[in-house]
């Protein structure tokens, strides 16, 4: 899928503690995958496309990027946190449930900026991820979610749930 101006890159749940059962198996997936992460975020920032993080809270109710990347930050995942922290013109929203749209901010910033298409990455696949995309769907934007840029702790898992996003939801879901 070629993204236009009509675009923005969606990071789903990418600053993570993987602090839960399978977390360990998710973040191991999640480093197999940030390659493709990253080449991303550059064909985003190159074609000037927004970039929007959408995240757990942890609890904290705050859409405050530095708290919930230190709550987050450990040994294990310090690379990947780093390479992936929003630069300052990036957007860092909250989210309270699995979709990125369930009573977030999402849909009107998406509106604000004039969006058509999503492009998703993130993980998990077979839940946020497929969670969001479901609801994207609904608003009848366009998809496009790169296979190698979306993580499950279950590749199995994370492969049945890209098969549904393209023949259910009609998503791209052709590599970066």
């Known amino acids: 899928m070629t993204a236009g101006k009509q675009s923005a890159l969606l990071y789903i749940d990418v600053i993570n503690d993987f602090q839960f059962d399978h977390g360990k198996e998710?973040?191991?997936q999640t480093y197999h995958i940030l390659p493709a992460m990253l080449k991303l975020q550059q064909y985003a920032r190159d074609h000037k496309i927004p970039i929007i993080y959408i995240n757990d809270h942890y609890a904290s109710w705050?859409?405050?990027?530095?708290?919930?990347?230190q709550h987050c930050l450990t040994n294990d995942?310090?690379?990947?946190?780093?390479a992936l922290r929003p630069k300052e013109d990036?957007?860092?929203?909250i989210k309270p449930k699995h979709s990125g749209f369930y009573q977030s901010s999402l849909q009107s910033?998406?509106?604000e900026l004039g969006v058509k298409r999503?492009?998703?990455?993130?993980?998990a696949g077979n839940i946020c991820v497929l969670f969001t995309?479901?609801?994207?769907?609904?608003?009848?934007?366009?998809?496009?979610?790169?296979?190698?840029?979306?993580?499950?702790?279950?590749?199995?898992d994370n492969m049945f749930a890209l098969t549904?996003?393209?023949?259910?939801?009609?998503?791209d879901v052709s590599p970066i």
Request: proline share 3%.
């Open 109 to 111: 910033l998406l509106y």
């Open 77 to 82: 995942n310090k690379e990947l946190l780093q």
């Open 164 to 171: 549904m996003m393209k023949n259910v939801l009609k998503a």
């Open 26 to 28: 998710l973040l191991n």
């Open 62 to 69: 705050r859409a405050d990027l530095q708290q919930i990347y």
């Open 133 to 156: 995309a479901n609801d994207a769907y609904m608003r009848e934007y366009d998809l496009w979610v790169p296979q190698n840029a979306v993580a499950s702790n279950d590749p199995h």
């Open 118 to 123: 999503l492009i998703l990455s993130g993980i």
């Open 90 to 93: 990036d957007y860092f929203l």
